[in-house]
């Protein structure tokens, strides 16, 4: 399969940049969801490139190194978890993607969005896209993207929000809805990291 099938089409319609666009961390119950986009040079083969949600911990780390290092341009946003209770999630990832493309020191003519949504009821892509279902797994823009948003993520969560509030143990579970998690949320309430949205289901078993 050509990873860079998508890239290739808009190229040969006579567009010079296009960047991938990806984000990481809507399902979690706390902290920000992330978005990345990357200009990559054209044809770039990075090794093993592909959904980070298909590879490890170990791999996805690695190729964060590689693709900050020989991107053309990168940029990395997020919106926190107030806002997210706010905006709704939806609204949250729209926002943090066009924040990300908006980040780029080159700006791109088109951008390859990962998923089938480019707009929510307050924030959309506002600049030329095509949306690409599973676009992670088919784009080495999108790929890349992924890559960077969820290690990004990962990292605030294992690192930053663990250090906050060690008693939830993110460093375990980043976040997400896991069985320590809940039991976590059961013995300490949510801390101010924590999306008071995503917690109904949790709050209506109290």
Not at 47 to 68: P, Q
Not at 172 to 181: A, F, I, S, V
Request: hydrophobic letters at 40%.
């Amino acid at each position: 399969m050509d990873l860079w099938a998508f890239e290739k089409e808009q190229w040969n319609n006579g567009v010079q940049t296009v960047c991938g666009v990806d984000e990481a961390g809507a399902g979690p119950l706390a902290g920000p969801v992330y978005a990345a986009a990357v200009i990559l040079p054209r044809e770039l083969d990075i090794s093993g490139l592909n959904d980070s949600k298909k590879l490890s911990e170990k791999k996805r780390e690695a190729l964060f190194d590689i693709i900050t290092a020989q991107a053309v341009a990168y940029s990395i946003a997020y919106v926190e978890a107030a806002e997210i209770d706010e905006i709704d999630i939806l609204n949250a990832r729209m926002k943090a993607m066009q924040m990300a493309i908006d980040g780029l020191s080159v700006q791109p003519d088109v951008a390859l969005i990962d998923g089938n949504r480019d707009h929510g009821s307050r924030y959309a892509i506002q600049m030329p896209h095509q949306l690409i279902i599973k676009g992670d797994s088919l784009s080495a823009s999108i790929a890349a993207a992924s890559i960077l948003a969820k290690v990004s993520r990962d990292r605030f969560a294992a690192g930053e929000l663990d250090a906050q509030y060690p008693q939830y143990h993110f460093v375990k579970h980043k976040g997400y809805g896991t069985k320590l998690h809940y039991e976590m949320l059961d013995t300490y309430g949510p801390c101010p990291q924590h999306r008071v949205t995503f917690l109904k289901k949790w709050q209506a078993q109290k």
